[in-house]
């Protein structure tokens, strides 16, 4: 259970509670700090699921842990993004995407619990839109110049596009399990 891709997803749960405390720190550097942490945990996602494939490290705990630990991450930074910003063109696609993580987390779990994970498994549609929602939120939280801000909102819309496709492909997918009576 305690191989290197589950111990860097633990290192990542411990990150959540750092970035917090770093953002909300007083000082002109405390968003660059946010946004390094942030960026360190994204790191350590794609850095788990490379050793766990490479070296086929693979357990039902980090099977488990590993999809919380991004969606918690995500979670509390949209929150403190939409609380920095207060604003509605910010607002409506960080919870957008909340919401579907949300959406398509519940529909996993039922679609395994009726042996049909596989219509639902992570596609590379929702690898794109994870990787556009990564680097426009860390440059939401670091924020260094209009330059950033722009590009990391238009990055924020772009995901916000692949996240309504993405679910819509998956509840397509899974459409005829969930319209059964």
């Not at 590379?124 to 670091?142: D, E, F, S």
């Not at 924020?143 to 916000?160: D, G, K, P, R």
Request: neutral net charge; hydrophobic residues 60%.
């Amino acid at each position: 259970m305690w191989n290197i891709p589950n111990l860097l997803t633990c290192f990542r749960i411990l990150l959540i509670p750092v970035f917090l405390l770093i953002y909300y720190l007083p000082g002109p550097e405390a968003h660059f700090w946010a946004a390094f942490v942030f960026a360190i945990a994204g790191i350590t996602d794609a850095l788990d699921g490379w050793v766990a494939r490479r070296f086929n490290q693979f357990t039902k705990f980090g099977a488990f842990l590993d999809p919380v630990a991004d969606k918690v991450m995500v979670a509390a930074s949209l929150v403190v993004i939409v609380e920095h910003y207060a604003t509605w063109w910010i607002s409506i696609p960080a919870l957008t995407i909340i919401s579907r993580e949300l959406v398509i987390s519940a529909l996993r779990e039922w679609m395994a619990q009726i042996g049909r994970q596989e219509q639902v498994k992570v596609s590379n549609l929702g690898k794109y839109k994870t990787i556009a929602q990564m680097v426009a939120i860390g440059g939401l939280i670091w924020e260094a110049n209009t330059f950033v801000i722009v590009t990391s909102t238009v990055l924020l819309y772009l995901a916000f596009v692949l996240t309504v496709w993405s679910m819509w492909e998956y509840l397509r997918a899974a459409w005829v399990d969930l319209s059964q009576v």
